[in-house]
């Protein structure tokens, strides 16, 4: 693992130190890699949400698409998972 060091002003020094208390977290550099990670996870979720966005529509969003996605999500929960881990639109 490499090391970066930074430079905070106190307002902001005191404020991980609180954080790092009242979360639980180990030390402040478990807090620091904590909010990267969340950084990136939002990045990578906004980057597929713009791509979707972006792409054309595949089927109708109806009440019977939703109907059938909880059909579908039931079936998995009662043992019946479907082999392909892939998201597809219901049929």
Do not use: C
């Not at 990136?40 to 979707?52: H, P, V």
């Not at 019977?64 to 019946?80: K, P």
């Amino acid at each position: 693992m490499s090391t970066m060091n930074i430079s905070l002003p106190d307002a902001l020094k005191s404020f991980v130190d609180d954080q790092v208390s009242q979360r639980g977290y180990g030390s402040s550099s478990e807090y620091v890699r904590d909010l990267l990670r969340r950084e990136r996870d939002r990045l990578q979720l906004r980057g597929l949400l713009l791509e979707g966005a972006a792409s054309p529509a595949s089927s109708a969003v109806d009440a019977a698409y939703f109907e059938q996605l909880r059909s579908r999500v039931r079936r998995q929960a009662s043992g019946g998972v479907e082999s392909s881990g892939v998201a597809s639109t219901p049929d």
